[in-house]
């Protein structure tokens, strides 16, 4: 059970890392909470996942249970609520320069 709670989180690991690069790295709001939106929910996944494993089946597995459930119904709210406000502020979407 360990090592597969072990591949799990490193896996996760690997998807937030992802997630935290295309933030630093894309060039405006729309693109970086693309990034994050999809890279963050199957990073945390995996990750909650990994410690359900590890934590094995007691009083925790139902908390972290919550906590993805509350993650997978937040998450896309969340960055649909971001795009929608920065299009409102007047914000427009990144366009690459013609040369």
Known sequence: MDVLAIILILTGLFFLIVAAIGVVRLPDVFTR???????????????????????????????????????YLQNPVIAHATIRAALRAGLKPWEREST
Do not use: Q, R
Request: charged share 10%; aromatic share 8%.
């Open 33 to 71: 909470s693309h990034a994050v939106s999809i890279t963050d929910s199957l990073g945390a996944f995996l990750m909650l996942m990994g410690i359900a494993v590890h934590e094995g089946f007691n009083l925790n597995i139902f908390k972290i249970l919550a906590v993805l459930i509350l993650l």
